[in-house]
Each structure stands twice: as C-alpha cells, then as structure tokens.
C-alpha cells in the first residue's frame, strides 16, 4: 500500500536574510532521511531574468544579486517527499508552505521545522497584508457610518475631521493596492543598499496611517473644547 500526505499552510509575513536563508534551507534539508538523491532548488525570479540554484552557498557566491527579492521558492524533494515555500502564487501574494509525504507525522515535522523560523522572522506588518483589499478599505469607509449607530450621542464631524479621516483612508487604500511592491508578504534581503527613509518609507506610512487613525477617532469622540 502507497500512503500520500499532503499538508499546506498559509504563512505570516516574513523577511529573510542571506543567513537567514541558509538557516531555513538547512532545517528543510534536515528532515529528510537520506540526502543523496534529493532535488533540490532556490528560485529567483527578477525582472527580466529567472535564476535556479542548488544551494544557499551558490546563493551567497553569485555576486550579480542586489536588493531585495520578493519572487522566489525553495523547494527539496526526494523519496516520495517534498517541502516547498513560495513567497507567492499565481492568484495569491500570500506565502504558503506545501509538504508531501507518506505519513502525518513527517508532515506535521517538516511543517514545523519551516514554520519556526518563519515566525522568528515575521515582520509587524503581517496583520495589515494578510487582510484582503476589499476588506480594509470598506471597514475604514463604513467605520464612521457604523459608530454613529454604536454612538449615537458622539458629536457629528467637522468637516476638518472628516477631511482628515478620508485622507487616512485613502492612505490605507494606496498601501494595500501596492502591497506587493511597498509591503511584501515575503522576501529575501540580499544587500540593503537603500537609505532608511526609501528603506522603510512604506512601513512608516502604515505607523503614520494607523496612528492618525486613532488620533481621528479620539478627536470625533472626545472632541476639544466640549
């Protein structure tokens, strides 16, 4: 009898460095039984150009890599098992991890190897990207149609107020629609050659946004001078 177990998580957001990466490869590598006849890839996919590597040693030798990458999979596979991390699909920015094996015991290890050192390198925004588009956008534009109901005796917006909250959500809206590029969901840092502000800018605009959120809604319910 031929017994298939196939076991597939949606990741946290993560960020990984170069030895960072070697540390991931090493714990996929390591929950395999024999390392001999194993398939093993690192995919990088660039503008213009695809790279396929080995290893994460073949990784760190090619010279020609700059930035940040945010297209790529690593994959190992052998003897009726696999593990593979993708930082996104075709239809999905999300990350996702897919093993396959003959038993749920080996899966729910290979599972957790992965996973412990994705959550050591989740990023904080993992909450903001993980929530659909759709689903942001229409809670921030219904959230003071909603609190009037839930608040009935909170003071109408001033129109400062309501100028201020409509900025607030197109803010939002302008990082979740650019998401990918701004805040990944996945990526590898192979050199940081930017400078904070360019760096960071996008994770800065999401602390500003949140905290003039909050700052909006305390005023429209606490209003100064009443």
């Known amino acids: 009898m031929k017994r298939e177990v196939r076991k597939e998580v949606r990741l946290q957001a993560f960020t990984l460095s170069l030895a960072q990466l070697e540390v991931l490869w090493v714990r996929i590598l390591a929950v395999f039984d024999s390392k001999a006849d194993l398939r093993r890839t690192i995919k990088f996919a660039l503008p213009g150009e695809k790279l396929e590597f080995e290893s994460s040693t073949e990784v760190q030798q090619y010279s020609s890599l700059r930035g940040r990458i945010t297209d790529f ?63 942001k956008f229409f809670a921030l534009s219904l959230a003071p149609t909603a609190a009037s109901w839930l608040f009935p005796k909170a003071p109408h917006m001033s129109p400062g107020l309501a100028a201020s909250w409509f900025l607030t959500v197109m803010l939002f809206g302008y990082l979740s629609f650019f998401k990918d590029k701004l805040l990944p969901s996945a990526s590898v840092v192979i050199t940081q050659e930017l400078g904070f502000v360019r760096r960071y800018g996008a994770e800065i605009g999401l602390i500003l946004g949140v905290i003039s959120l909050v700052v909006s809604v305390l005023m429209w319910l606490f209003p100064i001078g009443t």
């Open 73 to 135: 999979s690593l994959s190992v596979e052998g003897g009726g098992r696999s593990v593979t991390v993708r930082s996104g699909g075709l239809f999905s920015s999300v990350p996702s991890l897919v093993v396959e094996g003959e038993s749920d015991i080996w899966c729910a290890g290979a599972a957790e190897a992965v996973l412990a050192v994705v959550r050591t390198n989740r990023v904080w925004y993992f909450w903001f990207v993980r929530l659909p588009l759709t689903l």
